[in-house]
């Protein structure tokens, strides 16, 4: 879903050592929720796959499955080491660009690139429990905290990879259908926010690419609303392309 697929930018680790606990906060248990979330849904169409499709090998231009699935799995145990980095002071290192991830895992087996995503989630969930809802919040030199960061990492984005893949495969309903449930879990549980509005404007994206012009105008909105800040991003997106020219597209910006 072209410029959907980002990577998320750095974080300023602070290394005072916090308590070997910390108590489950609201955001805490959120987070978990979406973890566990994140994992039915990427089982769900794994599930869907057959033999073929799991061990199929992609190109630079065109991931297969496992090659999606590796993406994520990088990208979620780069998380987790962020969270865990918390505790022990030692910041990680940043993944490859995504061309080389897909070159060094291309031929790995199937169960390994799965175990590792499954594992990465596990790692996540874990390093929470050992995080304080203060540095959990606290955001960094470029306004993300390791909040964001962990829900992107772990659920957002990686609906986008799951959307995708069930439009490859020719399940349009499918593909809605975890994006809009990414839209009602984010408002359900964090409020109609920043959250909320990346959601909704994966939506609108997705809807610009299939040619439903009124459905992702209407996302767009929504987006706008929740978070005007997306503006310039929103302006520069080429998924969206397709509606600059619309009246209804511009009225969005005219105000």
């Keep these: 879903m072209g410029s959907r697929l980002f ?6 680790l602070d290394t005072s050592t916090p308590p070997e606990t910390t108590t489950l906060s609201t955001k805490h248990s959120a987070l978990l929720e979406v973890i566990d979330l994140a994992r039915e849904r990427e089982r769900a169409l794994v599930d869907s796959l057959d033999a073929d499709s799991r061990t199929a090998v992609g ?7 496992k090659d999606h699935f590796a993406h994520l799995a990088t990208w979620a145990a780069f998380q ?12 990680p290192v940043q993944p490859a660009d995504n061309d080389t991830v897909f070159l060094e895992r291309r031929d790995d087996p ?7 995503l499954m594992r990465a989630l596990d790692d996540n969930a874990a390093a929470l429990m050992r995080v304080s809802d203060e540095k959990l919040t606290a955001l960094n030199q470029n306004g993300r905290s390791l909040f964001s960061l962990t829900l992107n990492n772990t659920y957002l984005h990686p609906i986008t990879h799951v959307a995708q893949l069930y439009e490859e495969r020719g399940d349009s309903a499918s593909a809605e259908q975890v994006q809009q449930e990414a839209a ?4 359900r549980l964090f409020g109609k926010g920043d959250q909320y509005a990346n959601a909704v404007y994966s939506l609108g994206c997705y809807y610009a690419l299939r040619g439903q012009s009124a459905e992702a105008i209407a996302q767009v909105r929504e987006a706008l609303a929740a978070h005007p800040k997306l503006t310039d991003q ?22």
Excluded: C
């Design 7 to 12: 990577i998320l930018e750095g974080l300023a």
């Design 234 to 255: 929103i302006k520069e997106d080429v998924d969206l392309v397709s509606l600059h020219d619309l009246p209804e597209y511009q009225a969005l910006f005219s105000a």
């Design 110 to 116: 199937w169960e390994s690139i799965w175990a590792d």
């Design 80 to 91: 987790a080491r962020r969270l865990e980095a918390v505790v022990t002071g030692n910041p």
């Design 184 to 187: 009602t879990t984010m408002a």
């Design 59 to 65: 190109t630079e231009e065109r991931w297969a499955p």
